[in-house]
């Protein structure tokens, strides 16, 4: 089956809709039948596969999102730069920040190039902007205090019990 892509007469362009690609299928199903020749077989369902469902996988299986999740959490649970990459160690977290630009690598993954802090897409995650807000913390919690805290969030982000609310609150607004 040959079809020409423009109309010899009017010379416009050739359009096909899905409907006209089925009626081809099958013309050609016949004619294949007809004369003793191979049906190709196509599958009946599609992969379903789209760019929405690329993107909840990758949300789900991306670095930089546990990157991200663990760089807010020691954000919060650390009072000095060293103590933060002490911290980071602590949850499997390479910083490293001797180069021009601070990477990390997530240790025991697949993970396999370092990222960039400029690369995670926020400027709170870069080297000068997460300083600024680790000494704005007045709370210092040890290292095994960290990991026990991230074990118990990590756990009940497991069982489904997270809610999707994030709030910034401010020494003056906790009374307790």
Sequence with gaps: MVLNATDPLTLNK????????????????NISKEYGCKIIVRPEQKLGNSHKNYLVYLAKNSYRKEIKNKLEFLMNHSHTWEDFKEKARALNLKVDDTKKYTTYLLEGSEQTKKIRDRS???DKFLKENLKERIEKNTIGYSVEEVVKLWNDKESIQEKGQEKEIEMLLEHWQVTK
């Design 14 to 29: 050739f359009h096909q809709n899905k409907n006209d690609l089925e009626r081809l299928k099958e013309i050609s199903d």
């Design 120 to 122: 995670l897409k926020n």
